[in-house]
């Protein structure tokens, strides 16, 4: 237990440490003694800085805290759930769906209101889950499953595509840029309606570890140990839904961090108790977005990189890498 | 120790999706005894055990755990009675032994499943009474399907249960590890006074260990046998029902018909 204690406190202040890095970053690079001056009190060295850091750096750096945090939570509950390595929101088209859902608004019904884009969104990741939790009763191979989500990745595809035809170009150009994903579009006031929902839906997820362990053990030893598997599918149903709907309406698509996080912190940590690896990989999983963002926004460079380009360049590969190795924990 | 009426069932009738498989059963079973269940595969061996475990509803009839209806138990109370061992092998399972058999607290433990001292000392009896402690800290997927096994038993005794249910536990097993656990279970059953039922095709063995056998026939007909007429009468033929094969009362084994 104290093993755990350490790793936790290890893995948060590397996250303080990789956070302050990102809010100094970027095309304009804000020196750390100037960080260290504003904590004093004192003034920043170039009276731009505060507007750099506060209306735009740090919103987006709590943006991908949040955001790699679900996501990678989601994907340990798909993978303890669907008992497969290899799920996660995005492979399984759970991102796709609500992508779909968010085209249906953005190209059909151009304006958009107060949480029109994530309940748009959920109702899209819902729908495929819903589809996918079907499919895993028939499918027993785990290879077949993440077949299924990219058949269904390539539905959505293509109905996004007949929709943008019939679209007007400045529907699509919105459409496009959010699905490229970026933590940077978030405001302040996106943020109080983006957090609460995800901090709540962690918490869930943390408050359910027992069931999860049980389920493990797959359905029937769960409820043998007195698991209502009933109502333990429908909240985790609700919970995965609704938070990759969330991420995926404020930051558009974000591809195989959900599952990749989960794996990274197995090769770390040998437990499969999820009060433990839980913290750990809404740790993990907002260390690896914001070194994402990092990357798009590298130091030097006048542009930003699309997020969801960043995070298929790592995760593709991880995922060949572990096909290939397909390890004990496969 | 006195006989306790643990299950009791009455004319019940076992299926899924209302389709019965087996009708009008009716036994009971007391603390302290040992039966086997045979039965060709696809009778509903599996159908009754996930009927007494709770997983499947009867269709109809009555089953009594300990005096009450089945039905009235919560999850976690029919947990705290009955413990099972299913034919998964959790081979594919990503836990380590110790934490697949602290499952078995589960039921005794709140919402945050934290395990205290007491639970901590169970699960180290569980895993010493089958002999599993050396492995303890190895992943399942490492070990070999006698320690597994060993380890899901180990589960089922952590979760401290009268009860004790098992499908076709000797499935994945050589000869010494199917000897071995049918000795542990017989042990159980004797000094712990747990009831169990396992489901089996060693005919062999549950000629040796079960108090009863409960046979289901070709025709989906409930048989409930006692082992030691068994052993002597030639009803155990008519079981065996193969051209193959014959029960020799007077040596008590089974014989293989090469010659014929």
């Known amino acids: ?330 | 120790m006195g006989k306790e009426k643990y299950i009791t069932l009455k004319e019940v009738s076992v299926g899924y999706d209302g389709q019965s498989v087996l009708k009008d059963i009716s036994f009971e079973l007391y603390s302290g005894e040992l039966i086997c269940l045979l039965g060709a595969n696809g009778k509903g061996k599996s159908t009754l055990l996930k009927t007494l475990m709770g997983i499947l509803p009867d269709l109809s009839g009555e089953i009594l755990l300990k005096g009450k209806a089945l039905a009235n138990f919560s999850a976690e109370e029919k947990a705290k009675e009955m413990a099972v061992v299913l034919t998964d092998s959790l081979r594919d399972v990503a836990m380590k032994a110790k934490d697949v058999v602290a499952t078995g607290r589960y039921p005794y433990l709140s919402w945050k499943g934290k395990l205290k001292q007491e639970d901590e000392a169970i699960i180290e009896t569980s895993l010493s009474k089958v002999g599993a402690l050396e492995y303890a800290d190895r992943w399942m997927s490492d070990l070999s399907d006698g320690e597994r096994q060993r380890v899901i038993l180990a589960r089922a005794l952590a979760q401290q249960t009268d009860v004790l249910l098992l499908d076709e536990p000797t499935a994945f097993l050589d000869l010494a590890h199917t000897m071995e656990l049918s000795v542990l279970l017989k042990k159980f059953s004797r000094e712990e006074g747990k009831s169990i039922i396992m489901s089996t095709h060693d005919w062999a063995t549950a000629l040796q260990i079960a108090d009863r056998v409960f046979w289901i026939d070709k025709s989906s007909q409930f048989h409930i046998l006692e082992t030691e007429a068994l052993k002597k009468g030639g009803k155990m033929n008519e079981m065996l029902n193969s051209p193959f094969g014959k029960w020799n009362s007077d040596k008590g084994r089974f014989e293989l018909l090469i010659d014929n």
């Open chain 1, 1 to 330: 237990m104290n093993k755990t204690v350490y790793r936790i406190l290890l893995m948060t202040l590397l996250l303080v440490l990789i956070f302050i890095a990102d809010i100094l970053l970027g095309s304009v690079t804000i020196p750390l003694s100037d960080f260290f001056e504003y904590l004093k009190g004192n003034d920043w060295s170039h009276p731009s800085y505060e507007a750099i850091i506060f209306e735009y750096r740090l919103p987006k750096a709590l943006t991908a805290c949040f955001a790699g945090s679900a996501l990678a939570v989601s994907g340990l509950l798909m993978q303890s759930f669907f008992r497969n390595p290899l799920a996660g929101p995005y492979v399984l088209g759970i991102s796709s769906g609500a992508s779909l859902g968010v085209a249906l608004l953005l190209l059909l019904f151009s304006g958009t209101f107060l949480f029109s884009v994530p309940l748009a969104a959920c109702i899209g990741s819902l729908f495929v889950l819903i589809s996918m939790i079907w499919a895993s009763k028939r499918f027993r191979s785990s290879v077949s499953l993440l077949i299924l989500g990219l058949m269904i990745s390539y539905l959505t595809g293509a109905l996004v595509g007949v929709l943008q035809y019939f679209s007007k170009s400045e529907e699509i150009q919105s459409f496009v840029l959010w699905g490229l994903g970026s933590f940077a579009k978030t405001q302040w006031t996106d943020l109080q309606m983006m957090l609460p929902v995800l901090v709540l839906g962690l918490v869930f997820a943390y408050s359910r570890s027992k069931a999860l362990n049980s389920l493990l053990l797959g359905a029937s030893y769960a409820q043998s140990l007195g698991v209502s598997i009933k109502s333990i599918r429908r909240q985790l149903l609700y919970l995965v839904g609704i938070l990759v709907a969330w991420v995926t309406a404020y930051c558009g698509p974000i591809a195989f961090l959900g599952m990749a996080v989960p794996h990274l912190v197995r090769l770390w940590v040998e437990e499969s108790d999820h009060k433990i690896t839980i913290p750990l990989v809404a740790l993990t999983g907002a260390c690896i977005a914001l070194l994402c963002d990092m990357i798009a926004q590298a130091p030097g460079f006048d542009m930003v990189l699309p997020i969801n380009s960043i995070t298929s360049l790592f995760g593709a590969p991880f995922v060949i890498y572990y096909l290939l190795k397909k390890n004990r924990l496969g």
